[in-house]
Nanobody, 127 residues
């Protein structure tokens, strides 16, 4: 059974930093594209960053230069380092993974086959 469990998010002031983690179990973590998404109240879920099995990454423009996605295959854990946070980064953050291994990463990646999803973790940035 595949499980993705995000760490607790948090509340920070604008300009601050947070690191999210997502612990994966039940599948071969290293073989799948994975990513972070977020959803603010009243808005659609959007992709934030993604990483493929070879470590190639993709970011939505509004977070480029501020967020870094990474993974530790030995720990089956996905990370999102968020720096220079802004109030508009406030949202529920979700990690997600493809259901099919070996797929390539592309701009605007969305997990295939419905994807596997974590339960979400809240990030709040105050001005």
């Amino acid at each position: 059974q595949v499980q993705l469990v995000e760490s607790v998010g948090g509340s920070v002031q604008a300009g601050g930093s947070l690191r999210l983690s997502c612990a994966a179990s039940g599948y071969t973590f290293s073989s799948y594209c994975m990513g972070w998404f977020r959803q603010a109240p009243g808005k659609e879920r959007e992709g934030v960053a993604a990483i493929d099995s070879d470590g190639r990454t993709s970011y939505v423009d509004v977070v480029k230069g501020r967020f870094i996605i990474s993974k530790d295959n030995a720990k089956n854990t996905l990370y999102l380092q968020m720096d220079s946070l802004k109030p508009e980064d406030t949202a529920m953050y979700y990690c997600a993974a493809d259901v099919t291994p070996g797929l390539g990463l592309y701009s605007g990646w969305w997990p295939d086959g419905g994807g596997y999803w974590g339960q979400g973790t809240q990030v709040t940035v105050s001005s």
